[in-house]
């Protein structure tokens, strides 16, 4: 069955940077597109990024394009998701999701990880 | 950009129906999605392109569209369907991927 777990979660201080990971198992990764979301007990759910499966092709919300950035490592089923000049307001729980981009401007999330904290304070 | 918005809560009693709505101009164009979200596990997808629902979801969940505004029933309601539910939706080139804010389902 579908797995996807989340890593690399923690305290940083406010500036600081992290890299989060999300091994996926139980399909073929490079199929499929992979997407970040995070969430916060005040806005929700908030979209972040999404990565294409074998050309790599990323978009980025704009609430965190030019500090995050998604990459992917097929051989080894891997998304990770680079996070500089993190601040306060970065401080959620981080998904990783399986997503489907369709013919016609579908797209949706249709397995999600448990999700990894992260908390940005000093 | 767009935005989809969602009543914050919702109360129920066990064996009622709740119907979630969420609002948007895009989702007369655009599908809509509906996710399930219960503390300290993994979001699950409920309802795809506005009616469907995926393998495995009970035939209690179902979704309905309108013109501008979506709707997640859940028949029979029972004590395991209390959760946060959101509705997605994106934009004509999946360039602008949103969610609604989250309605706060609890079951009485």
């Known amino acids: 069955q579908v797995q996807l777990v989340e890593s690399g979660g923690g305290l940083v201080k406010p500036g600081g940077s992290l890299r989060l990971s999300c091994t996926a198992s139980?399909?073929?990764?490079?199929?499929?597109?992979m997407s970040w979301i995070r969430k916060t007990p005040t806005k929700g759910l908030e979209f972040l990024s999404y990565i294409s499966g074998h050309s790599g092709v990323t978009h980025h919300a704009d609430s965190v394009s030019g500090r995050f950035t998604t990459s992917r490592d097929n051989a080894h089923n891997s998304l990770f998701l680079q996070m500089t000049s993190l601040t306060p307001d970065d401080t959620a729980v981080y998904y990783c999701?399986?997503?489907?981009?369709?013919?016609?401007?579908?797209?949706?999330?249709?397995?999600w990880g448990l999700g990894t904290l992260v908390t940005v304070s000093s | 950009s767009f935005d989809l918005t969602q009543p914050p809560s919702l109360s129920v009693s066990p064996g009622q129906t709740a119907r979630i709505s969420c609002s948007g101009d895009a989702l007369s164009k655009q599908y809509a999605y509906w996710y399930q979200h219960k503390a300290g596990q993994a979001p699950v997808l409920v309802v795809q392109k506005d009616t469907e629902r995926p393998s495995g979801i009970p035939d209690r969940f179902s979704g309905s569209n309108s013109g501008a505004t979506v709707t997640l029933t859940i028949r029979g309601v029972q004590a395991d369907d209390e959760a946060d539910y959101y509705c997605?939706?994106?934009?004509?080139?999946?360039?602008?991927?949103?969610f609604g804010g989250g309605t706060k389902l609890t079951v009485l």
């Open positions: 139980g399909f073929t990764f490079s199929d499929f597109y």
């Open positions: 999701a399986r997503s489907y981009k369709g013919r016609y401007s579908e797209f949706f999330f249709d397995h």
């Open positions: 997605q939706s994106t934009d004509a080139s999946s360039t602008h991927v949103v």
